[in-house]
T-cell receptor
Framework: DSGVTQTPKHLITATGQRVTLRCSPR?????VYWYQQSLDQGLQFLIQ???????AKGNILERFSAQQFPDLHSELNLSSLELGDSALYFC??????????????FGSGTRLTVV | EDQVTQSPEALRLQEGESSSLNCSYT??????LFWYRQDPGKGPEFLFT???AGEEKEKERLKATLTKKESFLHITAPKPEDSATYLC???????????FGTGTSLTVIP
């Protein structure tokens, strides 16, 4: 157990729907990062939050949004889902806003299947 | 543009057959290079961090090395339990995000 908790582990939904993925960072970590991993593209950075504020943005679609709450857990909202959004979504956390010696600590991911 | 390329994409080794995985990177300034191991359906697990050319880190049968343009992950006398995908990531001096390669899928055959 890495200490980063992601729920749900699996999610199957239809095209056009909206889903919310949840992440609780490791205790003491202030930064949360969201990554998408698809078979052909590897890990793609989506967005980072640090202590409740957006810190960095990557290749995140306008249909996707995220937030980090006062208790530091984070949610990734995916709307108007398309088949191509099917992927593993990982949350990672770190103490600082810039990562640390150990890089990130990753959760076990949420597998999203859009049918 | 910051970029990470890993090769080969896939590697099959006999148990005990040593080999190396490559990670080539282009980054404006390197804050750190990270190696991770990822098992199927799981999140990446941290292995090593390298900061400067010439640096080496070792852990059991794995040794990571770094030059100004690339990093190698050497696997000595691998065992079947070393089978996994090995990911390389770089963190540039500017910005907070990591850039990941697409990984090398290693299979060690008993």
């Amino acid at each position: 157990d890495s200490g980063v908790t992601q729920t749900p582990k699996h999610l199957i939904t239809a095209t056009g729907q909206r889903v919310t993925l949840r992440c609780s960072p490791r205790s003491g970590d202030l930064s949360v990062y969201w990554y998408q991993q698809s078979l052909d593209q590897g890990l793609q950075f989506l967005i980072q939050y640090y202590n409740g504020e957006e810190r960095a943005k990557g290749n995140i679609l306008e249909r996707f949004s995220a937030q980090q709450f006062p208790d530091l857990h984070s949610e990734l909202n995916l709307s108007s889902l398309e088949l191509g959004d099917s992927a593993l979504y990982f949350c990672a956390s770190s103490v600082a806003g810039t990562g640390n010696h150990y890089g990130y600590t990753f959760g076990s991911g949420t597998r999203l299947t859009v049918v | 543009e910051d970029q990470v390329t890993q090769s080969p994409e896939a590697l099959r080794l006999q148990e005990g057959e040593s080999s190396s995985l490559n990670c080539s990177y282009t980054v404006s300034g390197l804050r750190g290079l990270f190696w991770y191991r990822q098992d199927p359906g799981k999140g990446p697990e941290f292995l090593f961090t390298l900061y400067s050319a010439g640096e080496e880190k070792e852990k059991e049968r794995l040794k990571a090395t770094l030059t100004k343009k690339e990093s190698f992950l050497h696997i000595t006398a691998p065992k079947p339990e070393d089978s996994a995908t090995y990911l390389c990531a770089v963190q540039p001096n500017t910005g907070n995000q990591f850039y990941f390669g697409t990984g090398t899928s290693l299979t060690v055959i008993p």
